[in-house]
């Protein structure tokens, strides 16, 4: 009787660096920043919560050059990540029907980054609506 051998398809160490994988890794990676971004926040809620002399240490801190900087390629490495995930979001949902025909990758994708910028310069707008 013979051994059963399956076929174990050869995988190259490189494989991440071809291009669908290279703008997936980086889509995935991107996700580290969204967090980071998020601890900054927590972080301003936790200092808020602690006090005004801690606040205002925190506030003195986003006004450096260097959380400026690190601000600044937060913010776009979230709009990368944003802007791809919503490029990958007609590739996994069910094919919408409208009026009998198939919409669009192109179309879903736009209606989904547009709802996300409205709702982004709503809480804008309601921040400062709040604020002042």
């Known amino acids: 009787m013979s ?11 490189d494989w991440w660096k071809k291009p669908p994988y290279l703008s997936y890794t980086a889509r995935e990676l991107s996700g580290i920043a969204v967090t980071i971004y998020g601890g900054v926040l927590f972080t301003g ?5 602690r006090g005004p002399e801690s606040y205002n240490a925190f506030l003195r801190f986003l006004q450096s050059p260097l959380s400026l900087l690190l601000n600044l390629l937060l913010l776009a490495v979230v709009v990368y990540h944003v802007v791809t995930w919503f490029q990958t979001l007609p590739k996994t949902m069910p094919k919408m029907i409208v009026d009998g025909k198939q919409v669009p ?5 736009q209606i989904a980054t547009l709802a996300a910028g409205g ?6 707008l309601l921040t400062m609506w709040v604020a002042r």
């Not at 809620?45 to 919560?49: E, Q, R, Y």
């Not at 990758?105 to 994708?109: G, P, V, Y």
């Not at 709702?119 to 804008?124: A, K, N, R, V």
């Open 3 to 13: 051994e059963r051998r399956p076929y174990t398809r050869p995988i190259d160490e």
């Open 45 to 49: 809620l936790f200092s808020l919560w």
């Open 105 to 109: 990758a192109a179309k879903i994708t």
């Open 119 to 124: 709702s982004s310069l709503l809480l804008i």
